[in-house]
């Protein structure tokens, strides 16, 4: 199973990145699909989520309007639009699987900076 983020970098404040998250070694169809972040002394959280059907999303409240996540099933791959960044959204990014009875999956991460 990989999960291999890609996308990140510095970036001033008011600019946008997309970061992307190639999977393979699993059903790519079947899994909830996440983006998380953990910025530097704080804990990792979730940003955003889509379904596995449907598509349904979830973001968290304060990249809501300024993020878009997206998935490509057929290239296996999770999107994230990230707009309008901001000095706080600077953190490492991690792609996440989640998959029926609990399995989860995760990438190593890609350092998005926001600064001038």
């Known amino acids: 199973v990989q999960l291999v983020e890609s996308g990140g970098g510095l970036v001033q404040p008011g600019g946008s990145l997309q970061l992307s998250c190639a999977a393979s070694?699993?059903?790519?169809?079947?899994?909830?699909m996440r983006w998380y972040r953990q910025a530097a002394g704080k804990e990792r959280e979730l940003v955003a989520a889509v379904t596995s059907v449907g598509g349904g999303t979830f973001y968290e409240d304060s990249v809501k309007g300024r993020f878009t996540i997206s998935r490509d099933n057929a290239k296996n791959t999770v999107y994230l639009a990230m707009n309008s960044l901001k000095p706080e959204d600077t953190a490492v990014y991690y792609c996440?699987?989640?998959?029926?009875?609990?399995?989860?999956?995760w990438g190593k991460g890609t350092l998005v900076t926001v600064s001038s």
């Open positions: 070694g699993f059903t790519f169809g079947s899994a909830s």
């Open positions: 996440n699987a989640a998959l029926s009875r609990g399995i989860r999956y």
